[in-house]
């Protein structure tokens, strides 16, 4: 089948660290995309991964494995601004397929 | 630059109705793709359109229908319309020929309900 999963809510601390995994099962596999989504408003791009590893870009961090079909978002310092949903995203040859989105609450 | 502009922001329909929702991308940019997001399904893939010619389409009745001109500009259009098509519809640019490995810059969205 074609799945991404990722958990639907997660509650974390201003300042801690938080890690947002995300699952996908799909054919025709391009890349993995991360948005954030503010209630109420746009996805806005965080990171896009094609290969193994680890890509960082200040407080956020994105991983991904191709072979195990697996990513994680890692959020660092994390400040209030940040409480919003994140949403993993597939690239695939002809589509792309997200997944529900995790709601991210940081509290203080 | 000007982001992506959707209109209109709002549209209340009734059933058996017809929608056309208009998206204008980021100056230069020649992808279009078109997004339903609601609460159950979260975001699906609509459409793609790169210099006025669909590339992509997803898993959407042939009610859903869409086009795009030589400006770059997109229009999306939904006949007949039913209860279920009450959602947020985004329409989202990038600057390259393939919106499915570049960054897409999402407009604020059409909220469309549907009585």
């Known amino acids: 089948g074609q799945n991404i999963d990722q958990p639907t809510e997660m509650t974390a601390t201003e300042g801690a660290i938080v890690q947002i995994n995300c699952t996908y099962q799909?054919?025709?596999?391009?890349?993995l995309f991360w948005y954030q989504q503010h209630a109420g408003e746009a996805p806005t791009f965080l990171s896009y991964?094609?290969?193994?590893g680890l890509e960082e870009k200040g407080r956020f961090s994105s991983f991904l494995s191709r072979s195990k079909g697996y990513s994680y978002l890692l959020l660092k310092e994390l400040q209030m601004k940040d409480s919003a949903s994140y949403l993993c995203a597939v690239s695939r040859y002809n589509d792309m397929r997200f997944g529900a989105g995790t709601r991210l609450t940081v509290k203080p | 630059k000007a982001g992506v502009t959707q209109t209109p922001r709002y549209l209340i329909k009734t059933r058996g109705q017809q929608v056309t929702l208009s998206c204008s991308p980021i100056s230069g940019h020649r992808s279009v793709s078109w997004y339903q997001q609601t609460p159950g399904q979260g975001l699906q893939f609509l459409f793609e359109?790169?210099?006025?010619?669909?590339?992509n389409k997803g898993n959407f009745p042939g009610r859903f229908s869409g086009r795009q001109f030589s400006n770059s500009r997109s229009e999306m259009n939904v006949s007949t319309l039913e209860l279920g098509d009450s959602a947020l519809y985004l329409c989202?640019?990038?600057?390259?020929?393939?919106?499915?490995?570049?960054?897409?810059?999402f407009g604020p969205g059409t909220r469309l309900t549907v009585l």
């Open positions: 991964n094609v290969l193994d």
């Open positions: 359109y790169f210099s006025e010619t669909q590339r």
């Open positions: 799909t054919s025709g596999f391009n890349g």
């Open positions: 989202a640019s990038s600057s390259g020929a393939d919106a499915r490995s570049d960054t897409q810059y």
